[in-house]
């Protein structure tokens, strides 16, 4: 394969690029001179290299390996509450809001609805190791469920509290869901800081 359409190839993976879209990224670099693409490439290899998953939350930030982001290891963030966002831009706009301060999870994907098997992005042993851990520490009093509003957000949401029922019991916290203020649809990632904040105030 040459190297234009081996490139394709890699753009493609990028979520919502299709093939049409893939070759102007590679015709925009072939236009650019060789110094902006020397440094698009280091860039990449320094996200790689500075950027780390916290191992409680799995939030990527700049850190060392195996440190915990600003929100775990902050001693006032709120130890009760933990809410499950399905990736780093939903917990980016809901920290921007500045409705909620408490902990996080990133789960990491979405469950299929047409399958029974759950992929291996979607982090549901670490989630029940997380919650474990701080029910034992600190006394957790609410899981929320903040998915966006689509069938396959809404399907994740029942395999959640299912699996996350026996643990609930255990520890006696309560699972609740984002309440009205989301439309159905709603992608988390985009609701405006109005929106979010009323779905906090509503979840059930």
Not at 64 to 90: F, H, R
């Amino acid at each position: 394969m040459d190297p234009i359409n081996k490139l394709t190839e890699y753009f493609k993976e990028f979520p919502g690029i299709g093939e049409r879209q893939a070759k102007r990224f590679v015709y925009f670099l072939l236009h650019k001179n060789p110094s902006y693409v020397k440094e698009l490439g280091d860039k990449i290899l320094d996200l790689k290299n500075t950027i780390h998953q916290c191992p409680s939350c799995f939030l990527f930030f700049q850190s060392q390996q195996d440190q915990l982001c600003d929100v775990c290891s902050n001693p006032k963030t709120d130890k009760t509450s933990l809410l499950i966002v399905e990736k780093d831009a939903d917990y980016e706009n809901i920290k921007r809001s500045k409705n909620y301060n408490g902990m996080y999870f990133i789960l990491g994907g979405l469950v299929p609805i047409v399958t029974k098997e759950t992929p291996s992005y979607v982090r549901t042993k670490e989630l029940i190791h997380n919650i474990e851990t701080q029910a034992k520490k600190e006394a957790l009093k609410e899981v929320i469920i903040a998915l966006s509003l689509n069938p396959q957000g809404e399907h994740t949401d029942m395999y959640l509290r299912e699996i996350l029922s026996p643990s609930e019991k255990k520890y006696n916290f309560n699972i609740v869901s984002l309440g009205r203020g989301l439309s159905t649809g709603t992608e988390l990632e985009y609701s405006d800081s109005e929106t979010i904040k009323n779905a906090l105030r509503n979840r059930s």
